[in-house]
């Protein structure tokens, strides 16, 4: 399994992107980023490895997997 190197946060303030960039998550920061999805300021999750594997998670709105 690759570990997960990179998680970035978009997070909106109007029409402005803070991107927040974490370097080495741990599991719990990676679940975290994915609860806080709502659609409107934290609208997109990127994690990134060592290799050319990449994963985006998007949406929210209150809703999420019930194993998160």
Avoid: F, Y
């Avoid at 909106?12 to 999805?37: F, M, S, T, Y």
């Avoid at 990127?46 to 990449?54: N, R």
């Amino acid at each position: 399994m690759t570990a997960v190197k990179r998680l970035i946060e978009e997070c909106w303030e109007g029409v402005k992107n803070l991107e927040c960039v974490h370097e080495n998550p741990a599991p719990q920061d990676v679940a975290q980023a994915i609860r806080k999805l709502d659609q409107r300021r934290h609208t997109l999750v990127a994690l990134e490895t060592d290799s050319e594997a990449h994963m985006l998670v998007g949406g929210g709105n209150g809703l999420r997997h019930p194993l998160i």
